[in-house]
């Protein structure tokens, strides 16, 4: 048998340099994020079939990397399976976000959890996607959730922390922008315009792509279903008429009459008007009509935020009150916002900012055959330079010193010294 020396497609290797970088900016978040008192906690990247395949993650269930099932309990589902359904082959598979094993988190350990429970994940997650620019089949999300608070305080309060951790990080020198909508609205929308309630999702579908076909596209794509050009024009007005500002929407909720949509609406200004009025922030907030974000568990705020210049979206999250209950029988209020940790390290990478982990690094290096009393010495100036707060790195001398040197100051270490016996 061959050995493969390259990682599986979709997946890689991350050296040194970049794993740096990488802690680096997950400390930063880290920080933020406690700072609003969020409590880190952690899921196993293993989770049961039935709950990741429980019609709530959309296109993301397609993509599931699923775990046979072992043993005796592989050989009885494959006698099973011999008619062609391969469902019971697996038990279990590897997760494609955070939120779904967050809920059976809170589910489980409830009883124990502060109330609200602000949670704080960072890891790895899994998708069978096809691989591209930013994206991978294993990447990490970090994401900030509060369970237990049904107002829009958790809403705010998401927007503040995840804007504050994105621009520690220096995002904000792409101007990021965050968009807003409500799943109501959507929804209400699509009723008020004429479409057949039970064909919503089919649209949402269509909607989630307008920023990239354009109103046109959207039009086009609508017609070429079968639905009437009253219902489709009725719509473009809808969603094309009222972007922007916080008396946007609450003007789209005045002028439909609908009143899920005037509350959802006024919900959305509420929460701009917040987040465009605090001291000493300046965040740039958008409503967004258009905005659809495709898992199927979210109920009501949604939020993106976008560097234009990426073409996609770094952050996305809203509000999912209805997926905890799946696992209980009651529901509780829920809302995340999760920062696509893989996109943020693109951009600074492509642009060599923000990638500093602005600590001194010194590198020791020692001559062969060193006296043990000489190289206790060394040692000890290693722990002092450490408890400075400095990396320091200790190796033997190698016989083409110059090139390890050159090494080393490619790796970022400023000050190399040579200790000799």
């Not at 609200?116 to 069978?128: D, E, N």
């Not at 009222?242 to 909720?253: H, P």
């Not at 300046?282 to 258009?290: E, G, K, M, V």
């Not at 330079?385 to 190698?398: K, L, N, P, T, Y």
Request: charged letters at 30%; hydrophobic letters at 40%; aromatic letters at 10%.
């Amino acid at each position: 048998m061959t050995f493969v020396k390259k990682p599986v497609t979709g997946m890689r290797d991350i050296l040194p340099e970049e794993m740096e970088v990488r802690n680096h900016l997950m400390s930063v978040i880290r920080e933020v994020y406690v700072s609003y008192g969020f409590s880190q906690m952690e899921t196993p990247v293993v989770e049961h079939i039935e709950n990741l395949t429980s019609k709530q993650g959309g296109d993301n269930e397609k993509l599931i990397f699923r775990i046979l099932k072992r043993g005796e309990k592989l050989l009885e589902a494959g006698r099973e399976a011999e008619g062609g359904d391969l469902e019971g082959l697996a038990d279990s598979g590897l997760r494609y976000d955070l939120t779904l094993p967050l809920a059976r988190y809170y589910a489980n350990n409830q009883a124990r959890l502060q109330k609200p429970f602000k949670a704080l994940q960072m890891g790895p997650v899994f998708r069978a996607d096809r691989p591209q620019k930013g994206r991978f089949r294993q990447f990490v999300q970090c994401d900030i959730d509060i369970l237990g608070d049904p107002t829009n305080l958790a809403e705010k309060e998401l927007i503040f922390a995840t804007t504050e951790a994105l621009t520690r990080l220096g995002m904000d020198k792409y101007g990021f922008k965050v968009y807003i909508n409500d799943r109501r609205i959507l929804f209400g929308m699509v009723r008020y315009a004429g479409f057949p309630v039970e064909d919503t999702e089919k649209i949402l579908i269509v909607l989630d792509k307008a920023d990239k076909i354009g109103a046109e596209g959207v039009d086009s794509e609508l017609s070429s279903m079968g639905y009437e050009a009253e219902a489709i024009k009725k719509l473009r007005e809808l969603l094309f008429s009222y972007s922007g500002t916080a008396e946007a929407a609450r003007r789209m909720g005045q002028d439909i009459d609908d009143e899920e949509i005037r509350q959802a609406a006024e919900n959305v200004a509420d929460i701009m008007d917040t987040v465009t009025s605090a001291r000493h922030r300046s965040i740039d907030i958008c409503f967004d009509p258009t905005l659809v974000r495709g898992m199927g568990y979210y109920t009501g705020t949604i939020f993106e935020v976008k560097v234009e210049s990426f073409g996609s979206s770094i952050c996305g999250g809203g509000r999912y009150d209805r997926m905890i209950g799946k696992f209980t029988g009651q529901d509780v209020p829920a809302v995340g916002f999760s920062i696509g940790f893989e996109r943020i390290v693109t951009i600074l990478s492509e642009e060599g900012a923000g990638l500093s982990a602005h600590k001194k690094k010194l590198a020791f290096l020692i001559e062969k055959d060193m006296p043990k009393d000489r190289l206790s010495e060394v040692f000890e100036l290693c722990r002092r330079e450490r408890e400075s707060g400095h990396i320091v790195f200790m190796a033997w001398m190698a016989k083409n010193k110059k090139f390890q040197k050159e090494g080393l100051m490619a790796e970022g270490y400023e000050e190399i010294k040579e200790f000799y016996k």
